[in-house]
């Protein structure tokens, strides 16, 4: 899965779960200015990321996410590790 594919699922997450419109999901977004989330959303989408991977991401990874390009990132490493 290459960096757009994982933005295009990002969006459809991010779209089926919190409604956020996928237009405003760009790798410049904020996750938590741009995009409205709190901690609760953002430990749900760290579930739903661990769903979409099939492996578990480390709460301290996770801790440093701020972009949308942040959590392209995070994926693309968990899926080459």
Do not use: C, H
């Not at 999901?25 to 709190?38: C, F, Q, R």
């Amino acid at each position: 899965m290459n960096d757009a594919q994982i933005l295009s699922r990002l969006r459809e997450l991010l779209s089926d779960t919190f409604e956020i419109d996928p237009a405003r999901v760009t790798p410049e977004a904020d996750l938590y200015k741009d995009l409205d989330l709190d901690s609760i959303d953002a430990v749900d989408l760290a579930i739903k990321l661990q769903e979409m991977t099939g492996k578990r991401i480390k709460p301290d990874e996770f801790r440093s996410v701020r972009t949308v390009r942040d959590v392209v990132s995070a994926v693309d490493r968990l899926l080459a590790a």
